[in-house]
């Protein structure tokens, strides 16, 4: 198993850019999550999803779309980046909402947005 | 709504030193509680938990205890090694199951 991959590893964007960070998972665990990790202030969750077709918001959604067309993988598209959104991005996968604490993360994506 | 409170870093010692990293947390109900590790350049992993009051979670020398009554879970260990060098994050699991994350607390040791 490859766990949580996610790509890319680093990014810049402009000012108005949109990109999509991608994450992959490929043992078939039924819930996804995005946080954004900021210094000084943690993880915070973005958005999660608990199976295919269902997604809803965390703690700091705006900014950032997401869709769950299959259970492997989950996407987070920033429609028109912002300064504010320079972070690093972790994506997270458990079998299940009630194991959250077994969660698997990815390896992070930095972004940087001028 | 709940909340993690760490103890700010960096946290440097020498190599056999004992560590303590303060986490207290404010939760409705009795929430799960976790340690997560993160080593430079990648991504978090559990360390260790505990679900209910006075449990101990431990792993890897490092050890925890829930203690509802001044709501805490300090991280403790014996004797630190250079490679326990990471960034510590506390984190509960609120009534949505939700993760909530600390600060967290980078710890650096010394040889």
């Known amino acids: 198993n490859a766990g949580v991959t996610q790509t890319p590893k680093f990014q810049v964007l402009k000012t108005g850019q949109s990109m999509t960070l991608q994450c992959a998972q490929d043992m078939n665990h039924e819930y996804m999550s995005w946080y954004r990790q900021d210094p000084g202030m943690g993880l915070r969750l973005i958005h999660y999803?608990?199976?295919?077709?269902?997604?809803d918001q965390g703690e700091v959604p705006n900014g950032y779309n997401v869709s769950r067309s299959t259970t492997e993988d989950f996407p987070l598209r920033l429609l028109s980046a912002a300064p504010s959104q320079t972070s690093v991005y972790f994506c997270a996968s458990t079998l299940d909402r009630g194991k959250q604490d077994t969660q698997y993360f990815g390896p992070g994506t930095r972004l940087t947005v001028l | 709504g709940d909340s993690v409170t760490q103890m700010e870093g960096p946290v440097t010692l020498s190599e056999e030193a004992f560590l303590t990293i303060n986490c207290t947390y404010t939760?409705?109900?009795?929430?799960?509680l976790f340690w997560y590790v993160q080593y430079p350049g990648e991504g978090l992993q559990l360390l260790l938990k505990a679900t209910k009051a006075d449990d101990k979670g431990s792993n890897k020398g490092f050890e925890a205890t829930y203690r509802k009554e001044t709501t805490s879970f300090h991280l403790e260990k014996g004797s630190v090694q250079v490679s326990d060098s990471a960034v510590y994050f506390c984190a509960l699991r609120d009534s949505s199951y939700k993760l909530i994350f600390g600060s967290g607390t980078r710890l650096l040791v010394r040889p």
């Open positions: 999803s608990v199976g295919a077709g269902i997604t």
């Open positions: 939760a409705t109900g009795y929430p799960s």
